[in-house]
């Protein structure tokens, strides 16, 4: 039954659709360039007004638009970070050449997105490697695939699902973690100010308003303190640019999926208001056995030009969201036994004839920020952004011995944990559900004051305050029919009887303050285009133990860690189709909480250190008319990385931790991709990334200390020197093509490859020499897309289509990898692993209003 109204929406489309006119008026052409420069701008959007008919530019800033509306009588030219022009076309008849169409910068909008969303790079000028995503390709490829996804086809990028629960998707970016990844949205960080993670399941929504997406791999253009090291990840939003209308969408695929949304944008009004809004619900059975999940979506955007100098946005979004997971990987022998084959999770259940997520993951996140920019005179500007964000929520899990409803395949008998609770003689449950709570709310401040000194050099200077308290526990979420649960895990509350909604095993705070800043200097003179940065940031943690320490002793002091980073950069473009780039730069950054905090206490590591990185690269890019290359070689040589090493005390069941100094990493690589439009139908991409990461020191004898800093044991030696670094493909490659059939109807394809990708390891771990580190086979995939623009009834519409892995291709995606104690060995029959998803579909109507 939910499919009936969109079958309604396709029957109206079928019975109303009206032959268009015998022939086209005209076809209107031109090219769109920077005011000042005179350079072109490609990917601008050229849209016929009055109607949603868009083309984009070419890479040469060439358009050529059909004009099939005797009404239409003017084009709007847009572009990030320009003002939109309006250009008259008149009455079209044959082809009408409008020549170059000046675009001038937007004071206020080239300042929100070049200083506070973290400096958008800018082609043949700024000295970075970066790709970007534009609303177009999100809207036509994003189906059921997250951010992380969406960028699968750029040039460093290993991005999964994992397990397969919606929003559990992850990505490495030139072999580093997502924790080594800078995540802004609309230049506010959001990875976790702890331990540097990004949960994309908290913006999933984020698609349907997402203005541009843009990837810096390496150093990045970042105008703000923080310290990237696999590179920046910029989603910006839409704001007074938006143009006014609204859309409704409905949308449904494989296992359930069902996906219903709603925007509307007022425009930019005479008053200098504008007004945007979205909402979205998405639900669905998930591919995966016990995935389900409810997500919903909201996003606002206010914004007022108040006169020529000042301009206010205020913005606000969130996600709020349930899914189930699959939390445990496999081996590839149980996979292959269990009936459900690839589909089959070990980690969900059945109470009461329904399905219960044992390991699950609910979360809300919501994000607000006011803006202000101010054109102080002709020469300076000043940008501040002050935000706030509240997440609440955890991931699931039990506590107990669960028994399943047949074979070690079904899944978990909670019915039965029920009974055996309920027969418990003094009702303390045996077995339990539970959830891992991160609650945490973040504050923060950016500012950046911008001044010219001439028509060549700017100068630079900013403030990026934080302010960050994480709340850490257990709670107990279901009985499972017991009366209570008995918590000993507390020394102010011994032997507790903990219901409902109590907390349990641990309770503790983490908090962080951050104080950056950065000056930078840029210089612009005809073909060349240069850049120096230095920032420096205060990373101040605290620890508050609720339940292994008593009242008075639960506060660790402040643990400062100073950092900093310098950078510098130069573009020069040798004509108007060749230029060549580099970068350099070195940082130190703060461990991350959990290495300065050991044995999960408030015990203090007195030897966390700084983590150095060295980077640099050159890059040389292509382009003309028709095709657009680029190739960049880099080199990120990544010292005394933070580890920390667990020590099982023997005969005690008391668990240390060892502080590991002297662990190196090298990540270097060459990349190439291209893009070519040879007309304005066809346009083939393509991207080839090789890497060659590697694990860089080995180590001696390493001390154990207890809590009280005395020496307990030694381990080691560790032999991890040369081997490749895992959990991420080192060689990939895509090829993508778009083809228009019609000015409506649109097809296109990509194909990824991936190899040379081996499995998740723990360097610290390779106590013998000469161990093998297992090699994941190679995969490659296949997507399509298609769309198909109409009106009904006068109502611009359009018609979405998507298969992913459209071969429905066996591969494992993720790995982590055992060691054989007697031989070394990491190989297939050891390791760990999740495949990955199969042959998925979405398709979805899009009514324009």
């Given amino acids: 039954m939910k499919y009936n109204l969109l079958s309604l929406v396709l029957l109206v489309f079928l019975t109303s659709l009206t032959p268009k006119d015998l022939f086209a008026q005209g076809t209107v052409t031109g090219k769109v360039v ?61 082809t009408k050449n409008l020549g170059n169409i000046l675009m001038e910068p937007n004071v206020t909008s080239i300042n929100e997105v070049l200083i506070t969303t973290n ?63 800078a995540v802004m949205i609309n230049g506010v960080p959001v990875n976790d100010m702890e331990n540097g993670s990004v949960y994309w399941s908290n913006w999933a929504g984020l698609t349907d308003v997402t203005k541009s997406m843009q990837v810096q791999r390496g150093l990045g253009a970042s105008k703000v303190a923080v310290p990237s090291i696999g590179g920046t990840i910029n989603i910006i939003t839409r704001t007074t640019d938006a143009i006014k209308g609204g859309s409704i969408f409905q ?9 219903t949304g709603i925007s509307y944008s007022t425009g930019l009004d005479e008053k200098g208001w504008a007004f945007a809004v979205s909402a979205s619900k998405t639900e669905g059975e998930g591919w995966v056995d016990g995935t389900e999940f409810e997500a919903y979506n909201y996003f606002f955007n206010v914004s007022k030009l108040i006169n020529d100098k000042h301009t206010i946005s205020l913005t606000g979004f969130g996600a ?29 259940g059945v109470k009461d004839g329904k399905t219960v997520s ?52 079904s899944p978990y008998d909670l019915d039965a944990a029920v009974d055996a609770n309920v027969a418990s003689a003094d009702g303390r449950a045996l077995s339990f559900l539970r959830a891992s709570r991160n609650d945490h709310t973040w504050y923060g401040v950016l500012s950046t004051y911008q001044k010219s000194l001439n028509d060549k050099i700017d100068l630079l200077g900013g403030i990026d305050l934080r302010s960050y308290e994480g709340r850490h526990f257990t709670e107990v979420t279901d009985l499972l029919g ?54 420096a940031s205060n990373t101040s943690y605290k620890r508050i133990d609720y339940f292994q320490y008593e009242e008075g002793n639960q506060e660790t002091d402040f643990q400062n860690f100073f950092g900093y980073q310098t950078k510098g950069g130069a573009n020069y473009n040798l004509t108007e189709n060749h230029n060549v780039f580099a970068n350099l730069g070195y940082f130190e950054k703060a461990p991350f909480f959990n290495a300065v905090f050991l044995n999960n206490k408030n015990i203090v590591n007195k030897d966390a250190k700084n983590e150095k990185i060295l980077s640099y690269e050159l890059g040389y890019g292509y382009r003309s008319s028709v095709l657009s290359a680029n190739i960049n070689l880099y080199r990120t040589s990544w010292k005394d990385r933070s580890f920390t090493r667990a020590y099982n005390v023997p005969n005690t069941g008391e668990v240390y931790f060892a502080n590991l100094l002297g662990v190196d990493a090298l990540h270097q690589g060459v990349e190439v991709d291209l893009n070519y439009r040879p007309n304005n139908r066809l346009n083939l991409t393509g991207m080839l990334s090789v890497g060659d990461w590697t694990w860089q020191s080995n180590l001696d004898e390493i001390t154990v200390f207890n809590e009280d800093r005395t020496k307990s044991n030694t381990i080691g030696p560790i032999y991890m020197k040369d081997v490749k670094v895992g959990d991420a493909a080192q060689t990939t ?10 000015e409506e109807l649109k097809i296109g394809a990509d194909y990824n490859y991936y190899t040379d990708l081996y499995a998740y390891f723990d360097p610290t771990t390779l106590t013998s020499p000469d161990r093998e580190v297992w090699e994941v086979p190679s995969y490659s995939l296949l997507d399509l897309n298609a769309s198909f623009k109409f009106k009904i009834a006068g109502i611009s519409t359009s018609l979405f289509a998507n298969v992913n892995n459209v071969f429905d291709t066996e591969y494992i995606s993720d790995a982590s990898a055992s060691f054989d104690r007697e031989t070394g060995v990491s190989n297939a029959a050891n390791s760990q692993v999740f495949y990955g998803v199969g042959r998925t579909w979405t398709t979805g109507l899009k009514i324009n209003f």
């Fill in 733 to 742: 490659a895509a090829l993508g093509l778009s083809y228009k059939l019609t």
């Fill in 34 to 94: 920077d005011a000042a420069t005179k350079e072109p701008l490609p990917g601008a959007t050229v849209l016929l007004k009055g109607t949603d008919k868009a083309a984009p530019t070419a890479l040469d800033g060439t358009f050529s638009i059909k004009v099939d509306d005797a009404s239409v009588d003017a084009i709007l030219v847009n572009y990030v970070g320009y003002l939109q022009k309006e250009v008259s076309i008149g009455n079209v008849s044959g």
């Fill in 358 to 409: 044992v390991e699950d993951n609910f979360y809300h996140k919501p994000q607000f920020s006011l803006n202000h920019y101010w054109t102080i005179d002709e020469t300076s500007f000043l940008s501040t952004a002050v935000y706030a964000s509240v997440g609440s929520g955890g991931g699931g899990a039990y506590t107990g011995t669960l028994t399943r409803t047949g074979n070690k395949y």
């Fill in 251 to 259: 949308g449904f695929g494989n296992n359930g999926y069902l996906k």
């Fill in 119 to 181: 400096s958008y790079a800018i082609d043949r000028e700024t000295p970075v490697a970066m790709s970007t995503i534009t609303s177009d390709i999100i809207t036509e490829k994003a189906s059921n695939q997250e951010f992380p996804e969406l960028l699968k086809s750029t040039p460093g990028v290993y991005a999964t699902k994992q397990g397969g629960g919606f929003g559990d998707s992850r990505i490495n970016l030139r072999g580093f973690q997502s924790q080594n990844v």
């Fill in 320 to 348: 709020p969201q349930w899914h189930g997971q699959r939390q445990n990987r496999a081996s590839i022998e149980e996979y292959r036994n269990a009936p459900q084959g690839r589909r089959w999770n070990q980690d969900w």
């Fill in 482 to 535: 017991a009366d209570y649960v008995l918590n000993n895990s507390n020394v102010n509350n011994p032997n507790n009887k903990a219901k409902v909604g109590d907390k349990i095993s641990y309770n503790n705070d983490g908090i962080v303050l951050w104080e950056g800043g950065f000056l930078q200097g840029e210089y612009s003179d005809g073909p060349l285009s240069a850049f120096v940065s230095l920032a």
